[in-house]
């Protein structure tokens, strides 16, 4: 996220009725909270991104301050037809999906209410928060929560797309955490989902986005916390080989819910490092089993060691560039043995690494920021984990696939891959967008071809152009779009707030 206000779009379309409308009626419901071109507010909060390619040009701009405004803006918007788009943390980078050219941009900059319970078993967040934020709210209690891995991801995002987090083999995805949900429905309503009161909801809520409403509050479980063992370790492109053996090792074997890892393969000036996220959650174990077959590996530098998660999100947002365009992008390969889990894995390197030439061929490698590669293992430790945090299910589906040709459900070990392209100039918008969805077709044509291929796609590193839902499952994404017309019967978060994935009409 950018530390100054990033420069707006200089595009000045004029707003149509129904928009001007909408602007108009929230200054007379909202006077203090609804700001327009030209003031500062409007330009921080429009530039106000993780990437360039997210910034559009509103009409105006609400900053809510409760639930209650925000229902005042969602009955604004039915009432005269205007189309709005919301922004919590700003990290989604999928243009469109949390702002909006012409239309009104809801930000959540002032709901940032944060309050542990008395008994410190949960943490009431407000959406407007980023992972950061908690972390460093929550140390003070020695607690933490499931959650994001980088200081400026938004709550909001990272956990209504379920959630990666470096607690997974134990606790599961970050949304298999939020015990309670309060929301503001198509009509104005709110209402809290939870277990027991609104649970369809409260389950499509855990990996199905913004399809059913604008949550304005996260009831979080917390567990014990003060330091763990953590840090980038990185090391030279030329070990890849033993680097892809020990990750897919890991993958296959590793049966200590307390670890956790990220390798990221990074191109910088066309020169490959690996830097490798490794995490243990302990406060004096400092030489993990399960991570042992990673530090075989020599290294070029480390920062492993003992911190807290607040210190180490804040250590790993050097790989948030300021002022610069992002994309991500996504799939997932699965394995049957360990022998299978690593051809999963080189070959999503082999085809991304394949491609490249045709990247360079398009844009300027003098442009081109960063360029990635990474795998997420997704192990049965961890979908057990989710069962246990999260008896009642999300709707993520990952392990229910019957579309690999690897076994049973319980042999499998599934590698979610993430794509990364970071690069200056908005004239090569187009050519790395063609580009990330070749390699992505690509990857999954060649794991489909070996029978490695998995549908899922983790929305929190898709790309604006892949159907997330479809790799839920038929049958969750079924209930998925049961649950938001039930909500949503006017479809409200269908069409009048277009950006991020749909489930549907």
């Known amino acids: 996220m950018p530390s100054s206000p990033a420069p707006a779009d200089t595009r000045t379309p004029l707003p149509d009725?129904?928009?001007?409308?909408?602007?108009?009626?929230?200054?007379?419901?909202?006077?203090?909270?609804v700001f327009f071109p030209g003031s500062g507010v409007y330009d921080y909060e429009v530039g106000n991104f993780w990437s360039n390619t997210q910034i559009r040009r509103p009409a105006c701009v609400v900053r809510p301050t409760s639930a209650g405004d925000v229902s005042t803006v969602v009955r604004g918007s039915r009432a005269t037809g205007a189309r709005f788009a919301v922004r919590a943390g700003g990290h989604m980078a999928v243009p469109g999906a949390n702002s909006i050219d012409d239309g009104i941009l809801v930000v959540m900059s002032n709901l940032t209410r944060i309050s542990i319970a008395p008994d410190r078993a949960s943490v009431d967040v407000g959406p407007g928060l980023t992972w950061e934020d908690v972390y460093a709210y929550l140390i003070?209690?020695?607690?933490i929560a499931v959650g994001g891995r980088i200081a400026p991801i938004g709550v909001a995002g990272l956990t209504l797309g379920g959630g990666i987090g470096f607690q997974g083999n134990a606790r599961g995805w970050a949304a298999d955490n939020v015990l309670e949900y309060e929301v503001v429905l198509a009509s104005g309503e709110v209402v809290v989902a939870n277990e027991t009161s609104s649970a369809d909801l409260f389950w499509a809520l855990k990996g199905g986005g913004a399809n059913f409403g604008i949550v304005t509050n996260f009831k979080l479980r917390t567990v014990p916390s003060t330091k763990v063992l953590a840090g980038i370790y990185t090391i030279d492109g030329s070990h890849m080989e033993a680097l892809i053996t020990a990750v897919a090792d890991y993958a296959s074997h590793n049966n200590d819910p307390l670890s956790h890892i990220l390798p990221l393969v990074e191109i910088v000036n066309q020169t490959t490092t690996i830097g490798l996220v490794l995490f243990y959650d302990s406060a004096t174990e400092a030489n993990p089993a399960p991570l042992e077959r990673f530090f075989a590996i020599p290294a070029t530098n480390s920062t492993v060691a003992f911190k807290t998660v607040t210190e180490f999100v804040i250590e790993r947002?050097?790989?948030?560039?300021?002022?610069?365009?992002?994309v991500l992008f996504a799939g997932t390969v699965v394995g049957g043995n360990g022998g299978d889990v690593?051809?999963?894995?080189?070959?999503?390197h082999d085809v991304f690494?394949?491609?490249?030439p045709d990247l360079y061929a398009t844009v300027p490698p003098a442009a081109l920021e960063y360029v990635s590669i990474g795998w997420q293992p997704v192990p049965g430790l961890w979908l057990e984990a989710s069962r246990r945090s999260n008896p009642g299910g999300n709707p993520l589906g990952l392990g229910s696939s019957s579309s690999s040709a690897v076994g049973g459900e319980e042999e499998k070990v599934h590698v979610a891959?993430?794509?990364?392209?970071?690069?200056?100039?908005?004239?090569?918008?187009?050519?790395?967008e063609r580009w990330i969805r070749d390699v992505t077709d690509a990857i999954n044509g060649a794991a489909r071809e070996k029978g490695l291929y998995d549908p899922f796609v983790y929305m929190g590193d898709a790309a604006g152009f892949q159907d997330v839902f479809a790799g839920y499952g038929a049958e969750n994404r079924e209930r998925l779009l049961r649950v938001s017309r039930e909500y949503d019967p006017d479809r409200v978060f269908q069409t009048l707030m277009p950006g991020g994935f749909k489930v549907g009409l």
């Open 17 to 33: 009725s129904a928009i001007a409308a909408g602007c108009s009626a929230l200054t007379r419901f909202l006077p203090s909270q």
């Open 140 to 143: 003070n209690f020695e607690r």
């Open 317 to 326: 947002n050097s790989f948030s560039i300021p002022d610069i365009n992002d």
């Open 342 to 348: 690593r051809a999963a894995i080189q070959l999503t």
């Open 353 to 356: 690494y394949g491609k490249l």
């Open 417 to 432: 891959w993430v794509g990364i392209v970071m690069w200056k100039d908005a004239r090569y918008d187009d050519a790395v």
